[in-house]
């Protein structure tokens, strides 16, 4: 009896250590395979909590500039080098302080800004959901998350 009984234990053990390496071998393949109907990464720019910017930063733009979906004409501006200007007051008032945004290869950072922290530019490119680009003078938080 105690013979059988440790055979059935030695069983089920076995069942799930096998159940064991399959969820994990699956949640393995997942990570690595990306979903075909995955949008790519989206960066948003908020100034004082509204969106005032939004830019699809995926490799499906071809690698290159990063492709714009949203843009508060009030607060932002295109420059000649693909970059955008970022008002704190608006683009009728520049001289309230501004941010110069640059989206390339997947990546967003703020290369130039008017504030005296310079903490915004010190941050470099970002180009995971996890990071963020902060300008606590200028109230402008720049964060990416994945477009479904």
Known sequence: MKDRQKKNDIRLVVVLLILAALSAGFTAFRRLVPEKNAGGPVAV???????????????????GDAELLFCDEAYVSKRE??????YQKGTADPDGGM?????????????????????????????????????????MIVT?????
């Open 45 to 63: 720019v908020k100034l004082d909590g509204r969106e005032v910017l939004r830019l699809s930063l995926g490799p499906e733009n071809g690698g």
């Open 81 to 86: 080098d693909g970059g955008f200007y970022v």
């Open 99 to 139: 941010n110069v945004l640059m989206a390339e290869n997947g990546h967003i950072s703020c290369t130039e800004a008017d504030c005296p922290d310079q903490v915004c530019v010190r941050t470099g490119s970002i180009s995971l959901d996890t990071e963020t680009i902060v300008c606590l003078p200028h109230k």
């Open 144 to 148: 990416i998350f994945k477009e479904n």
